[in-house]
């Protein structure tokens, strides 16, 4: 499920790539319910991990980004969407997918790259 997810988030990785760095983008058209706060929680969810020296905490984290992601794939629309409110939906993919891969790494797990 968590490979899944992160190849998911893929499919809007290359048009994310192409966004110019220059744009600034205004995230105020995502909704929280969307995963913004679970993403930005992912520096704390390390931290405690590391203190207590349980990686559990990581997966519980990943798995709450899954099913987030796997909620918003289908409703954040980035195909055929003005740009103004496609690039912030890439940029929330994008970093969903980093997050995945950063703490698949952190367990040992190899984020898979193709199917």
């Not at 003005?82 to 790494?105: G, K, V, W, Y």
């Not at 040992?108 to 199917?115: A, M």
Request: charged share 20%; net charge neutral; with cysteine.
């Amino acid at each position: 499920k968590l490979s899944v997810t992160h190849l998911s988030c893929e499919i809007w990785h290359g048009c994310y790539m192409m966004l110019r760095a220059a744009n600034v983008l205004d995230t105020a058209l995502l909704h929280t319910d969307h995963g913004l706060p679970r993403l930005s929680r992912e520096d704390e969810v390390l931290e405690q991990s590391l203190a207590d020296m349980e990686p559990a905490h990581v997966v519980h984290y990943l798995f709450k980004l899954c099913r987030l992601v796997s909620r918003a794939l289908p409703s954040l629309r980035v195909k055929d969407m003005p740009t103004h409110i496609a690039e912030p939906r890439m940029l929330l993919f994008h970093c969903s997918r980093q997050s995945i891969a950063r703490c698949l790494q952190i367990l040992g797990l190899p984020p898979l790259e193709q199917v």
